[in-house]
């Protein structure tokens, strides 16, 4: 295996992973919100078990492997520090550390190397490594189930890979217990070898590249708590990790296999964006007692005009004039109309302004939606618009908080609400230009709640 192309690959693909969530992030939907109204830190801690193999096969340069239930299992600890970048992606880093433990089967093997120190050339049945730390940073990446009764994410899979630093020391004994003729390099660990020489130095633990590749789920417990089950198998750039060997080309690896609690950081105002489901977003929208009115005046509105337009829809010359108001019935297709349906010479029409005054139109704090007390004076507007044939500029504004550049997407989007509306009710939309200020432009302090519900506005202007 070489493992410098693999060390490279890991890199490069934390790398696009997360330039891909930033990207992600940036075209989500305004609905959703940016990760500013979420809490994106986590800490968690943990503790398990290793074992001197991994699932995927192969073998340690130690010797012959084992079944699982003859490993002598040894303790492994450790702590987490998470962002969460999008609900699907996050950076972690990871501090471990504990104990290894391995042994070959039936008797001694062909475990030194006479290069080493100390190293008696009848071999040793058993190791075990202390690891002083071990530390990591991991790209997290989330596949989320959904708990349909609570519209919310309630369990999280996930799969894990990142990039390291491992220090250890392997004690090596010649009995499969781990208690007889121990060979221990502590101490002499200064120097890596170099064409067969021997090690010198002073240093207590060896060091070495060490690539994490884990799978695990994650159980939400309450808002700031969830358990996280997990299972991470380790591939360290060396043959050491159990002690000198000879003439063996397998780098060694290890599994932890854990449990642990991890516990979000943050305000207990915003929710977490590990539990983050954009759906369910949706559906918490309508839980919100003004939106609810605002779609029951929506429906009652729909329901009237539904009747108008079976009582107006008739037209059978197609002249868009309905039989009810038609005083010339059978016009050629394709002719234009007046009011009452006869053929009329349209002179060539002038560009006018609106000539009324019109109030702001007010929207809540990171909303884009029209309040119901807007719909009387855009009814007036459009009236004018559509008998005058006149034109209109909507300029839209934002209050201070957030970013520049997110304040200027949520003015342009409150300014295209006004101009859909007047479209949807027969607005030419050729006749209406929005511009966009952000917050550039404020009618009043920002300082103050007051002035930044006036700020948060999209002014009519002639």
């Known amino acids: 295996m070489n493992y410098s192309t693999i060390k490279t690959a890991v890199a490069c693909s934390l790398v696009a992973a997360l330039g891909f969530a930033e990207t992600a992030q940036a075209q989500e939907p305004t609905v959703f919100g940016g990760r500013s109204q979420y809490r994106t830190w986590t800490i968690g801690v943990n503790g398990g078990f290793t074992t001197p193999s991994v699932i995927i096969g192969g073998s340690n340069s130690f010797g012959k492997e084992l079944g699982f239930f003859e490993y002598k299992l040894r303790e492994y600890y450790g702590i987490t520090l998470r962002k969460q970048f999008s609900s699907w992606f996050g950076l972690e880093g990871a501090v471990n550390r504990g104990r290894i433990f391995a042994h070959n089967e039936g008797g001694a093997k062909t475990y030194y190397n006479p290069s080493w120190p100390g190293v008696d050339p009848a071999g040793y049945e058993s190791a075990e490594t202390s690891v002083q730390y071990s530390a990591s940073i991991n790209g997290v990446f989330q596949f989320a189930t959904i708990d349909f009764l609570r519209r919310e994410n309630a369990v999280n899979f996930y799969a894990s890979v990142g990039l390291g630093m491992l220090a250890y020391n392997p004690v090596g004994y010649t009995d499969a217990d781990g208690s007889t003729g121990a060979w221990d390099n502590k101490g002499n660990w200064g120097q890596e070898r170099d064409g067969g020489a021997e090690l010198t130095g002073d240093k207590?633990?060896?060091?070495?590249?060490?690539?994490?590749?884990?799978v695990g789920m994650?159980?939400?417990?309450?808002?700031?708590?969830?358990?996280?089950?997990?299972?991470?198998?380790?591939?360290?750039?060396?043959?050491?990790?159990?002690?000198?060997?000879?003439?063996?080309?397998?780098?060694?690896?290890?599994?932890?296999?854990?449990?642990g609690l991890e516990f979000s950081l943050g305000s207990s105002s915003k929710p977490d964006l590990t539990w983050h489901n954009p759906v369910s977003t949706l559906y918490d929208e309508l839980k919100d007692p003004s939106l609810r009115n605002e779609l029951e005046a929506l429906k009652q509105r729909v329901s009237t005009l539904e009747g108008l337009v079976d009582e107006l829809s008739r037209d059978e010359d197609g002249d868009g004039v309905s039989d009810k108001f038609d005083k010339c019935p059978g016009t050629p297709a394709g002719t234009q109309v007046d009011g009452a349906g006869c053929p009329i010479k349209f002179p060539e029409p002038e560009v006018k302004e609106v000539t009324g005054t019109y109030p702001n139109i007010q929207f809540e704090f990171d909303s884009s939606v029209l309040k119901t007390e807007s719909y009387a004076t855009l009814d007036r507007l459009s009236s004018e618009l559509r008998e005058s044939g006149a034109t209109v500029t909507l300029d839209g504004h934002a209050s201070a908080e957030g970013s520049e550049a997110y304040n200027l997407n949520l003015s342009r989007d409150r300014a295209n609400s006004v101009k859909q509306y007047l479209v949807n009710s027969g607005v030419d939309a050729a006749k209406i230009n929005v511009q966009a200020f952000g917050e550039s432009a404020p009618i009043a302090s920002n300082a103050t709640e007051e002035g930044r519900v006036l700020n948060r506005r999209v002014e009519i202007k002639k």
Request: proline share 4%.
């Open 204 to 214: 207590d633990f060896k060091r070495a590249t060490n690539i994490p590749v884990g």
């Open 218 to 259: 994650k159980f939400k417990l309450s808002d700031r708590v969830a358990l996280n089950l997990g299972y991470t198998m380790n591939f360290v750039d060396d043959k050491t990790l159990y002690g000198p060997v000879n003439g063996r080309a397998t780098n060694d690896k290890f599994s932890y296999t854990y449990a």
